[in-house]
């Protein structure tokens, strides 16, 4: 018997009607629904026509048949969601807390179809006697057109449609006429938006790169593992330089061969030609990408692709990890360390755990690496709950790792160097410019400078909108101006302090900016490239200053944490860490092991070629032990440090936390909402709390924020809280205009 009724989640991102409803299925709509499918059905009292996707099938009615609705059809338009996914939903939506819907909508990036693009070719019907025949007749009329076209179709057989309309200027009624005789016919063929451009024999080709011994024991454990069928979580913990992504390739073209599929996410910020062009120069066409600035159409058609089987390693940020493959066999996360992994918008979910799941649901292997393993995934490698492998050798002949000098600005000021560079600094800067070797300047903030203020009373220019202080952008040009990282409030620069009419306006504080006019004061005839959020707003302008500086374009690069991620320049030999502490003084808990990662990656850019490298790192903090094992690049004596400091404050990895936060239309509600949920708390768990205390920055866009910190080693005694607290808040009417939201281990600071 078949299935009449269906289990149909609405999409509308509302909690009270987070739950399925059942519809009966129509006889005419018999036999053709499944599992996954986007349907229309009537909803609410209205009967107003909604989508829905369907999640169950049944041959019971749950309450009086005749109480219940029937489904109206099926959305052709919209994407399929496949019954795995939706199971990945579901645990997205219980370990993270989301609305079921948005839930599927994260597992499914890309939700309607998009137009797919043709290709048209006009194709010869006849054999080249009834050709002659057709000419001798064409003749006849004086049909040249006609002429024209059967003598190119003659040679060639098939004729792009455009070429034929375009060069051999020949009308469509033209076209038509011909297809109606029955000599030529038009046809369509689909074909998929390319992302990465022609062909996979580019002219680059390079020799395939030969794994030395290390990397071979690496490839040789995942892959006898994978034969087995004994479907692990490995840690790769590969120094800078030491050759990761070549582990990365050979284990996935072995996983291929067996007819499985692959992804690989990496942050979006290292998806750069270099990386891409890798894994093209192993995989050609079986390769393809996804990112956010590929269209709607682009996207579409690379998830068609990996449905389809057409592409067989899908790589990208966080969205990638739900390509639908078939037959998924290995999920490779490079950096896994990177706080992007872990969404801002609800379901904040952590790509990482994501992924384990994804993989246990299938039978996948999942690869993470890193030269600076978060300290959870450490800690979980060294209980043995992952599998650690390591790398510990710069792959390139002669490549070593650079010699790292600590400078303390303290003693530089005594000294009576008042610049923001260090005498060893720019010692070392103009050294490089007399050899024609490339330096890299990392400073760990964007725009100008830090805060604006008046020089003579002291006031500090603020947002209307937000508790923050507003930067100076575009200093000294006509279109200076004050503007708000956190909103995107702008004004121009008064001219005149408020509170004193003082005209000495400044920014106080180190950008990348003011870096670049430092740079050029002391080295006129320096060519310097700057890459920050300020020079890389259009499209492909980060990819452009990247390959202007590969090519040698410029002596010095200077940049934020962009620079720093992941990519490969052989001709840097130097490195200087402006202010390597700026991120150490975040309210924080993962501020040190940011910093950590942070100086490692950009001690990792120096010497990565023949020549050996050195990195300068200038601190106020010479002592803390972030800095001293950045310095000593000895990962194992900061894991122990930030593991000690952990476990006393219960942290993560030694305890789970949940950050409840509220946002709130005023000051006072804020403050009674915070109450009434720490009152709920207290009454009815016994859990360890942190708060309520206001967000690191209490006002943002005219909202108050609010936040309560739980932590418990058990994850489900947080999960108890948060089910609670929704029950609750949705039955209590008075918080309706404000926002609460559960990040659970959360990676940033409220
Ligand atoms: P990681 O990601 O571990 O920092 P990469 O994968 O970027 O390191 O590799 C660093 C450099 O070493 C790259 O230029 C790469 O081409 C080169 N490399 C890696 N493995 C080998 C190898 N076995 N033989 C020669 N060069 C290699
Ligand atoms: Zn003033
Ligand atoms: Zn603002």
Known sequence: MSQRFADIIIDISHEAIDRTFQYIIPEELEGQIHIGMCVSIPFGRGNSVRKGYVIGLSDKAEIDESKLKSILGVNEKDVEVSGSLIELAAFIKETYGSTMINALSTVMPIRQKVKGLVKKEVRLLIDSEAVFEYIARYEKKRAKAKIRLLNELAEELVIPYELVTGKLNISSATIKAMEKEGVLAVEEEGYYRNVLGCGSGESTKVSKEIPNDEQRQVIDTVVDDFDKGDNRTYLLKGITG??????????????????KQAIVLIPEIALTYQTVKRFRNRFGDKVTIMNSRLSKGERYDQFERAKNGDVSVMIGPRSALFAPFKNLGIIVIDEEHETTYKSDQPPKYHAREVAIHRAKMCGATVLLGSATPSVESYRKAKDGEYKML?????????????????????????????????????????????????????????????????????????????????????????????????????????????????????????????????????????????????????????????????????????????????????????????????????????????????????AGRAGRGDKAGEVVVQTYKPDHYCITSAAKQDYDMFFEEESAYRKMLSYPPFSHMLAIF?????????????????????????????????????????????????KDKDVSNLTAVKDYLEEQLEKTEKFGDCYISFDLDPMRSY
């Open 242 to 259: 030491s050759g990761k992504t070549l582990v990365y390739i050979e284990i996935i073209e072995h996983v291929i061969r067996q007819g």
């Open 390 to 602: 390591c790398l510990n050798k710069r792959a390139r002949d002669n490549a070593t790792l650079s010699r790292v000098s600590v400078i303390d600005m303290r003693r530089e000021l005594e000294l009576g160097n008042k610049s923001m560079f260090s005498n060893r600094l720019k010692e070392q800067i103009s050294d490089r410019l007399k050899k024609g070797e490339q330096t890299m300047l990392f400073i760990n903030r964007r725009g100008y400078a830090g805060f604006v203020s008046c020089r003579s009373c002291g006031h500090v220019f603020i947002c209307p909108h937000c508790d923050v202080s507003l930067t100076i952008h575009d200093s000294k040009t006509a279109n200076e101006r004050l503007v708000c990282h956190y909103c995107g409030y702008e004004q121009k620069k008064p001219a005149k302090c408020p509170e004193c009419g003082s005209a000495f306006i400044a920014g106080f504080g180190v950008g990348t900016q003011k870096v670049e006019e430092g740079v050029k004061e002391l080295f006129p005839q320096a060519k310097v490239l700057r890459m920050d959020a300020d020079t890389t707003k259009k499209k492909d302008s980060h990819e452009k200053i990247l390959s202007a500086f590969a090519c040698g374009e410029a002596d010095i690069l200077i940049g934020t944490q962009m620079i720093v991620k992941g990519h490969d320049f052989p001709q840097v030999t130097l490195v200087g860490v402006i202010a390597a502490d700026t991120t150490l003084f975040e309210s924080d808990y993962r501020a040190s092991e940011k910093t950590f990662d942070l100086l490692t990656q950009a």
């Open 662 to 710: 509220m946002e709130s239309p005023t000051d006072s509600m804020s403050v009674e909402l915070a109450d009434f949920i720490e009152g709920m708390i207290n009454d009815n768990f016994k859990i360890r709390k942190i708060g309520p205390c206001e967000a690191g920055i209490y006002k943002l866009g005219d909202k108050y924020r609010r936040v309560i910190y739980i």
